[in-house]
């Protein structure tokens, strides 16, 4: 199986347990949805005007996913580099999917091999054009760009994208960075109906540790 990742803030996880699943950032604004931000106002800006080709719409009509973990925007987010957020990334919450689980809904979805703003990136409605991802570098935590390959970060953050909604019961497991952290998930999956309920894993090594 693929997996794929979304990021989200502790904070928003009873939210989004009540709305049964993940709502697009356009879908969040209809909705007056306020999440816990943790990403870039400029890059929220850019998604809300980057068209998504043949689908349709525009980045913030789809729920993001990434193929990799420990991504440059939680490296951003540990640094205090995302401005109006000074929660560092003990509070982020990994939900976990995988490719082949969506790919059999009908839902509309589409993935890239990049940073989906990015002019450079492509986008595929394949899954045999997963090959064309550099899993590599996906599955390296050495991304930054260099002299001799300028283009590695935006390669890294290759995304998968739901148009709309992401239902919760596509989320397989959930993880956490540390014990005491995935305890306070677990007392919120707790109060969840039974079907809402999900294994919850303790993945330190999917955030930083000071060796960016």
């Given amino acids: ?33 306020q999440p816990v931000e943790i990403a870039y106002a400029d890059l929220k800006g850019r998604r809300s005007r980057t068209q998504v080709p ?3 719409g525009v980045l913030a009509d789809y729920v993001p996913f990434y193929f990799a973990n420990r991504s440059p925007m939680l490296g951003a987010i540990h ?14 919450v990994y ?21 989906a703003v990015e002019r450079l ?3 595929y409605q394949n899954l045999a054009d997963l090959t064309e991802l550099d899993w590599g570098l996906i599955n390296s935590w050495k991304w930054r760009d260099t002299l001799d390959d300028p283009d590695r970060m935006r390669r890294k953050q290759a995304e998968f994208l739901v148009r709309q909604f992401a239902p ?12 005491g952290v995935a305890k306070r998930v677990v007392a919120m999956l707790q109060k969840a ?8 894993a303790i993945q330190p090594r999917w955030y930083y540790d000071g060796d960016r």
Wanted: hydrophobic fraction near 40%; charge should be negative; aromatic fraction near 8%.
């Fill in 95 to 115: 939900l976990v999917s995988s490719v082949e689980l969506i790919a059999q809904t009908t839902a509309t979805w589409c993935f890239t091999d990049g940073h």
């Fill in 193 to 200: 109906a039974p079907e809402m309920r999900k294994q919850v």
């Fill in 1 to 33: 199986m693929t997996a794929i990742y979304h990021i989200t803030h502790i904070d928003n996880l009873s939210g989004i347990i009540e709305a049964g699943g993940l709502w697009c950032d356009a879908e969040c604004s209809t909705r007056a949805i």
């Fill in 79 to 92: 640094t205090g580099r995302v401005a109006g957020y000074a929660g560092g990334q003990e509070s982020v």
């Fill in 54 to 56: 043949t689908l349709g």
């Fill in 168 to 179: 919760w019961g596509w989320v397989e497991s959930l993880a956490t960075i540390n014990p």
């Fill in 121 to 123: 990136t492509r986008y």
